[in-house]
């Protein structure tokens, strides 16, 4: 969900179906990111808001929170008052958060895209072609890493909208979602069953399109609740009717990951890795030998199995005893 928790109650009432939060920062409120997950079993996902962080200092978070694989950046650029930004200043900006993906191994999902007022580049896909061309540009002709693509939607329709950008063959995160439609007789949502009814609908168009990676509903609490009807909180750990009915709907579950490895040369050796060290928090050191008359070791460091989790493959070499080594390339899915 799409909200800046920090009551201990909060957490627990929503815990038991919200997967991840976000917060719009690099940080969670009430405990630290690993405390947070082992309490509630909720994952929280930073955010680079716009260009105003310190690189040194989020690669140095993300790397002491090795659980962290997602970084989210750039909230609704074609909008002012948001992290507003013009596509070139965009592009410009783009290789800071490449450098951090790289460093820590968490994927880039951004920018949050959405309709906004920029002038010249409301439209999300005017607004995109013109950051990709400006990258591209810059870069000798290479496209801008973006693991996952950010979109807000407020109104009917979020499935043609996610049609309009499947051209950049991105995932999709919804980040920010509700129907605030206003006026045009009885589509406008004014009632908390009318909003029910619409989170019921965006809820299963995410859950059932492949392209859809996670999805956060907007908000927690907000200020402008007699209008909107979107909050899922209402005192302090209490749910309200929306949030009751959020937590009820049918959620999918991930895959469990199993992985496999390839080894240059082989002659019987197994690299033996569990799914469950994906998430270690220090280096992972295998022994190799399988079926082999010797054994090697294998380092896989905690970037290394980030990069597993997330989907990418990773090659390092072996040790050379006795004589020797091997390239071990391994993968998860």
């Given at each position: 969900m799409a909200y800046d928790l920090s009551s201990a109650a909060d957490y627990a009432a929503l815990a038991p179906g919200v997967s991840w939060w976000y917060d719009w920062s690099d940080k969670p409120h009430g405990a630290t990111v690993s405390e947070l997950r082992d309490r509630y079993g909720m994952d929280f996902i930073p955010m680079l808001w716009n260009q105003s962080f310190n690189d040194a200092q989020i690669t140095q978070m993300l790397q002491a929170n090795p659980q962290i694989r997602y970084l989210l950046a750039?909230?609704?650029?074609?909008?002012?008052?948001q992290a507003t930004r013009l596509p070139e200043q965009a592009a410009d900006l783009w290789p800071r958060i490449e450098k951090i993906a790289k460093d820590t191994g968490v994927q880039i999902v951004g920018p949050q895209i959405t309709w906004g007022n920029l002038a010249g580049y409301a439209d999300p896909v005017v607004w995109m072609?013109?950051?990709?061309?400006?990258?591209?540009?810059?870069?000798?002709?290479r496209d801008p890493q973006i693991d996952h693509l950010g979109f807000h939607w407020y109104d009917y329709g979020l499935a043609a909208q996610l049609d309009r950008l499947a051209k950049y063959g991105k995932s999709f995160w919804v980040t920010e979602m509700a129907n605030w439609h206003t006026g045009d007789g009885s589509a406008a949502?004014?009632?908390?069953?009318?909003?029910?009814?619409?989170?019921?609908?965006?809820?299963?168009?995410?859950?059932?399109?492949?392209?859809?990676?996670?999805?956060?509903?907007?908000?927690?609490?907000?200020d402008d609740e007699a209008r909107r009807h979107t909050s899922l909180l209402g005192a302090d750990g209490e749910l309200t009717a929306l949030?009751?009915?959020?937590?009820?709907?049918?959620?999918?579950?991930?895959?469990?990951?199993?992985?496999?490895?390839?080894?240059?040369?082989?002659?019987g050796h197994v690299l033996d890795m569990a799914a469950a060290d994906l998430d270690s928090a220090v280096d992972k050191v295998y022994d190799i030998r399988?079926?082999?008359?010797?054994?090697?070791?294998?380092?896989?460091?905690?970037?290394?199995?980030?990069?597993?989790?997330a989907g990418s493959?990773?090659?390092?070499?072996?040790?050379?005893?006795?004589?020797?080594?091997?390239?071990?390339?391994?993968?998860?899915?």
């Open positions: 750039l909230n609704e650029p074609n909008l002012n008052g072609d013109a950051f990709y061309a400006a990258y591209r540009a810059a870069h000798a002709g949502i004014d009632s908390v069953d009318k909003q029910m009814a619409q989170m019921t609908d965006m809820v299963a168009l995410c859950e059932s399109r492949a392209d859809v990676f996670r999805y956060a509903w907007f908000t927690g609490r907000w949030g009751r009915h959020y937590l009820s709907l049918p959620a999918s579950q991930p895959a469990a990951l199993a992985c496999s490895d390839t080894i240059s040369g082989n002659h399988g079926t082999a008359g010797h054994t090697h070791s294998v380092m896989l460091t905690v970037a290394n199995l980030r990069l597993l989790r493959a990773v090659t390092v070499t072996s040790s050379s005893e006795p004589g020797h080594s091997h390239e071990v390339r391994a993968s998860c899915s």
